[in-house]
C-alpha cells in the first residue's frame, strides 16, 4: 500500500533514517522522501499543507493538482527551537484540523518541537516530519527522550502511542560502482 494512503487521516508520520557520519552525514532521502509524500497526497487527495521548515529544503509551495501546499521557514536570528515554537503556535491558532489538511514539520531535533508535533497530530491534525535514528525502535525513542523533557516519560509514551499512525525508516546505501541515481539504493521497513 502507497504511503500516501496509508497516511491518511489524523496522527503523527516519523520519518526516521540512518546516518553514517563517518561515510555519508544525513542524506539518507528523508526530506526527499517526506516531500513526495506531501505532494502525491495533494494530488490525489487535494487539501492543503502547511510546512515549518529550517531551511525550505525543497520547493513545495504553490499548486499541487487540486491541492495546495504554503511553506514557511522559521524566524531566523532566534533560537532554533523558540522560532519552531513560535511557527507551531501560529500554525496551531490558523490551521484548522479538517480532512485533507497536513502539518509539516522538517525535522524533530528538540523537545520542544516534538511536543508540540505529538499535541498538534493528538489534536487531529495530521503531522508528517523526519527524525534522525538508526532503526524504527531508535526514532520512536528519541521521539520520547525528546518529548519526555517536557512531559515526563508516561505522558510522552501515552502521547506517541495515541498520535502515531505510521513509521518508516530509511537507508540510503550507496555503491562506489555505477554514477547518478544507479549509484544508490534505498532500503528501509514500515
Known sequence: MPVAQMAEGSGLEDISALIRRQLR???QGKSTTLAATVRSRLERYAGFALTIEDPIELPLHGVHGDGTCVQT???QGMDT???YAR???????SFPAIPNTMMVLGEVRDAVTATDALRAAINGHLVLTTVHADSIEA???RLEVYASQSLG????LDLIASATRIVI???LRLSLK?????RGRINGEV
Open 87 to 93: 511557527a507551531m503556535r501560529r500554525a496551531m491558532r
Open 153 to 156: 516519560s508516561r505522558a510522552a
Open 73 to 75: 521557514e522559521i524566524e
Open 139 to 141: 526514532g520512536l525513542k
Open 81 to 83: 527551537t523558540e522560532a
Open 178 to 182: 555505477g554514477s547518478g541515481w544507479t
Open 25 to 27: 552525514p544525513g542524506s
Open 169 to 171: 525508516h530509511q537507508e
